[in-house]
């Protein structure tokens, strides 16, 4: 592949695009689609934060001068950072001297720029590195025990949320204090809680470690257009971003074994709703047919054809969400990978080839389960009845009961048709037998006979 042609203009816009970006360092597509800007992005981001000297002062237990000699040196430290930050935008700002215009290769902003943000990078790690030993020196013997817990807590608030996969940006922390269990419970699931906090915090500084010390290895694959260093490298990514979310889904099971079983199984749905929303939110069937068990003015008989109809729609439901899980659980690791190599096709002058979502036919199939036991609802019910159902409108303007043929069990055809015979007791008005496709309904052959006549 030919190098790519960037004329003084060019280099002209790409380095005041730069140095107005301040933080957001990078412009470059190629760099962006390789997962540059947000590993780079880190760098310009405080180690502490006011937030996290609160949280010193409060896990650590400072007395009133360790806390004022902190806060003191927070301070210091928050100057001298946005000094670093500014000194780092004048320097960017100055770089157009240092460019060739008569140069096309584009490698020549690249090193530039980026040994740049290499200078920063340290500055501001050791910056960083200071104020936490200057903290670590204050501390008496307690609180130094304590200082492990505080280091893991800090890097999972500040790290925790770069998460890409499903369950990869988790804290089940959060959630089992949530539960807010009894001191007995709480005080039976303490070792279990610190191996797991123990082991996040290893698969998360992994994944954190490698996402920065990787970022000159993409440079250089861009510089040296030798795309297939970056699929290498965002391969290793997507194995460290699974070795987090693998963490999280062992110590679900392992957390929610440890609790009653109530509160366990309900520790595991909470975990999983949050991490797969698309597939566990009430479909629409689910709430009609929830609310049609409500309805005041059916039999009792016509409402427990309603409730086993839920049951039976819930067993289905239930089995498409779990095959659903892993299909997105398999896809997603993949979908990262994809977007790299579909950036070092197009570099590289390749057509890129599109990923397909295999949950999209997965996900019109369970509408048509539930369309389909809503359906059999409508026979259950009269129009009026349905009709008054929260969400019955998106369904009234498809076929009516005739479009039934076929679709329902034969358990629930015969229930339907023993309702249909009974006498209704309630006062209500159940629903009529269900005509077969094709025949007429009443009066329908009188009507086109005389349609006949009047145009004849």
């Known amino acids: 592949m030919s190098a790519l042609q960037i ?23 190629s760099s962006a689609q390789f997962g540059l800007a947000g ?6 981001k405080p180690a502490y934060t006011t937030r996290d000297i609160q949280l010193a ?27 670093g930050v500014d000194g780092f935008r004048e320097r960017v700002a100055s770089l157009r001297t240092e460019i060739d215009p008569g140069n096309p290769d584009p490698g020549q902003i690249m090193r530039v720029v980026f040994g740049t943000i290499n200078e920063w990078q340290q500055e501001s790690r050791q910056l960083g590195n200071q104020l936490t030993a200057d903290i670590k020196g204050l ?26 996969l499903p369950g990869e940006n988790v804290d089940l922390l959060n ?51 030798d795309y297939g260093k970056g699929i290498e490298v965002a391969q290793r990514q997507v194995e460290l971003r699974k070795a987090v979310r693998d963490v999280n889904e062992q110590y679900t099971l392992a957390i929610a074994a440890a609790l009653p079983t109530g509160i366990g199984d309900q520790f595991v749905r909470t975990i999983r709703q949050r991490t797969y929303p698309r597939v566990f939110r009430v479909t629409p069937a689910e709430r009609t047919l929830k609310a049609a068990e ?25 089995s498409f969400n779990e095959q659903l899980v892993q299909m997105i659980r398999d896809h997603k690791p993949a979908e990262i990978k994809h977007k790299v190599e579909q950036a070092s ?61 076929g679709k329902e069990s034969p358990a629930l055809r015969a229930k339907r ?40």
């Open 57 to 83: 002062v409060d896990m650590l237990k400072l007395d009133d001068a360790q806390k004022f000699i902190v806060e003191t040196l927070f301070e210091d430290y928050d100057a001298e950072f946005r000094t």
């Open 7 to 29: 004329g003084p203009a060019g280099i002209k816009r790409v380095l005041f695009s730069l140095a107005a970006a301040a933080a957001m360092v990078l412009t470059a597509p």
């Open 345 to 405: 096709a197009r570099l590289s002058g390749a057509v890129p080839q599109q990923l397909v979502d295999p949950t999209r036919d997965e996900f019109i199939k369970r509408r048509e389960v539930g369309n389909r036991y809503i359906d059999q609802l409508k026979a259950l019910l009269t129009p009026e009845q349905f009709a008054s159902l929260p969400g019955a409108r998106r369904w009234l303007q498809e076929d009516g009961p005739a479009a039934l043929a």
């Open 175 to 225: 959630d089992v204090i949530d539960l807010r269990l009894d001191p007995s419970q709480t005080e039976q699931l303490r070792g279990l809680i610190e191996q797991y906090e123990v082991a996040l915090d290893d698969a998360l500084r992994r994944r954190e470690n490698y996402l920065q010390s990787s970022q000159n290895e993409l440079i250089n694959a861009i510089q040296a257009e």
């Open 139 to 164: 501390l008496n013997a307690e609180q130094l025990e304590t200082w492990p817990a505080f280091q893991r807590k800090l890097f999972r608030l500040k790290y925790l949320r770069n998460g890409q």
């Open 294 to 318: 409500k309805l005041e003015d059916i039999s009792e008989e016509t409402r427990e054809a309603v409730i086993e109809l839920q049951q039976l729609y819930q067993t289905e439901l239930e």
């Open 39 to 44: 590993g780079i992005g880190e760098a310009f």
């Open 417 to 456: 048709s023993r309702l249909s015979r009974a006498p209704n007791t309630s006062g209500a008005t159940d629903a009529p037998p269900i005509a077969s496709p094709g025949t007429p309904k009443p009066g329908e052959d009188s009507k086109k006979s005389t349609e006949k006549k009047t145009k004849d």
